[in-house]
Every structure is written in C-alpha cells, then in structure tokens.
C-alpha cells in the first residue's frame, strides 16, 4: 500500500512564494513518476507538472510553466513543488500522486495514488 502526504500549503500573498513536499511511504517511490495537480473550487482538477521516475523529463502546465519547479529526492522518497510568483489563480486544493513506471503523463487517469490534498491560497 502506498501513501502520499502532502505539506507545505498556506496562505501566501501573490508575488510571494511557497514549496510543496509529499512525503511517501513503501519502497517503490523511485520506480514510478509522480505529479501534482490541482483543484479549485468549482472547477476540475487539472494537471500541474510531472516528473519521470529519474527525474531527467518534468512537464508542466503552461498556466505554471517558468514560475514552479518540481523535484524529486528518491533517497528521502519525497517530491517538492516549488511555486514563485504565486497569483491568486493558483488558489486551489493541491494534490500529488503517483505515476506509471515510464514517461510522464499530464492526465490524472494515468495515476493511481492519490495524497489528500494541501490547500494554497494567495491573496491579491
């Protein structure tokens, strides 16, 4: 069994900057990509940013793309999000899962586990 805790969220002003961790359990967690999505009220979860297993192709949003920055430390089973630059669009539940052994896919069907979510909320 696999679980993901996230940590990290907040409240945040915009322009300011937070990172996000999820912290996973078992032994697999350098076998699998992983990625984070996200979830604001009233509207679907979408795609944020993924990262290969080995961490050498990472993909992001484009709504995300030069402002956050995923990473992954396998020795400490751990993935970050670093987010910069925040806007008050990227208010939202954040979640981070685990991926498939190859590749690094933008779809949440793709995933099969799933952390409970860290809010982040940025005021204007």
């Known amino acids: 069994q696999v679980q993901l805790v996230e940590s990290g969220g907040g409240l945040a002003q915009a322009g300011d900057s937070l990172r996000l961790s999820c912290a996973a359990s078992g032994r697999t967690f350098s076998q699998y990509a992983m990625g984070w999505f996200r979830q604001a009220p009233g509207k679907e979860r979408e795609f944020v940013a993924s990262?290969?297993?080995?961490?050498?192709?990472?993909r992001y949003a484009d709504s995300v793309k030069g402002r956050f920055a995923i990473s992954r430390d396998n020795a400490k089973k751990t993935m970050y999000l670093q987010m910069n630059s925040l806007k008050t669009e990227d208010t939202a539940v954040y979640y981070c899962?685990?991926?498939?052994?190859?590749?690094?896919?933008?779809?949440?069907?793709?995933?099969?586990?799933w952390g409970q979510g860290t809010q982040v909320t940025v005021s204007s």
């Open positions: 990262i290969s297993r080995g961490g050498d192709m990472i």
């Open positions: 899962a685990r991926g498939p052994p190859l590749g690094v896919p933008v779809v949440s069907s793709a995933y099969d586990y």
